[in-house]
T-cell receptor
Framework: DVKVTQSSRYLVKRTGEKVFLECVQDMDHENMFWYRQDPGLGLRLIYFSYDVKMKEKGDIPEGYSVSREKKERFSLILESASTNQTSMYLC?????????FGSGTRLTVV | AQSVSQHNHHVILSEAASLELGCNYSYGGTVNLFWYVQYPGQHLQLLLKYFSGDPLVKGIKGFEAEFIKSKFSFNLRKPSVQWSDTAEYFCAVSHGYNKLIFGAGTRLAVHP
């Protein structure tokens, strides 16, 4: 089975900090995604990448950037964390149509 | 823009009751359709998916969904729910690079 690993389960950061969320997948998938999950809003796509060094904006990219230097790793960066970025962040990867999700990182910005 | 609507945000059922969760999507072209489930404290898991062929799709744990193209719907059903089905259920649509567009989710609580 594909495994998608997110480095932190819980994070607490201060407003204005630069935050890195890391995601690693172990099945050589081309596509990787970052979503945020908020109650009543479902999951919303922040950024995705279909190849190394390639990235595309999703529906809510403002305040975020990403990095994909290696195929297996996709990082989400909050340049200057704000309280409205408190959320659950989910990473996913896919080869064709099925996406496999990581366990999520619950980020609290105080 | 594509959107996915899930009609029920909260559903409460007793064990053995039948379940139907509604899902409608807005995209008119070829789409792939999914239902994901998130059990309390666990990661998102795929319940079932539709790409083409038989519009009645069977998934894991006794769930099934029916794709009705004319209604842009992909409703999830289970004839008899169990307490262990308590979870949040998400309908999703994808096209191109498998970007998933999710509905807002439905929280299902099953009482013994």
């Amino acid at each position: 089975d594909v495994k998608v690993t997110q480095s932190s389960r819980y994070l607490v950061k201060r407003t204005g900090e630069k935050v890195f969320l890391e995601c690693v997948q172990d099945m050589d998938h081309e596509n990787m995604f970052w979503y945020r999950q908020d109650p009543g809003l479902g999951l919303r796509l922040i950024y995705f990448s279909y190849d190394v060094k390639m990235k595309e904006k999703g529906d809510i990219p403002e305040g975020y950037s990403v990095s994909r230097e290696k195929k297996e790793r996709f990082s989400l960066i909050l340049e200057s964390a704000s309280t409205n970025q408190t959320s659950m962040y989910l990473c996913a990867s896919s080869l064709h149509y099925d996406s496999t999700f990581g366990s999520g990182t619950r980020l609290t910005v105080v | 823009a594509q959107s996915v609507s899930q009609h029920n945000h909260h559903v409460i059922l007793s064990e053995a009751a039948s379940l139907e969760l509604g899902c409608n999507y807005s995209y008119g072209g070829t789409v792939n359709l999914f239902w994901y489930v998130q059990y309390p404290g666990q990661h998102l898991q795929l319940l079932l998916k539709y790409f083409s062929g038989d519009p009645l799709v069977k998934g894991i744990k006794g769930f099934e969904a029916e794709f009705i193209k004319s209604k842009f719907s992909f409703n999830l059903r289970k004839p008899s729910v169990q307490w262990s089905d308590t979870a949040e259920y998400f309908c999703a649509v994808s096209h191109g690079y498998n970007k998933l567009i999710f509905g807002a989710g439905t929280r299902l609580a099953v009482h013994p």
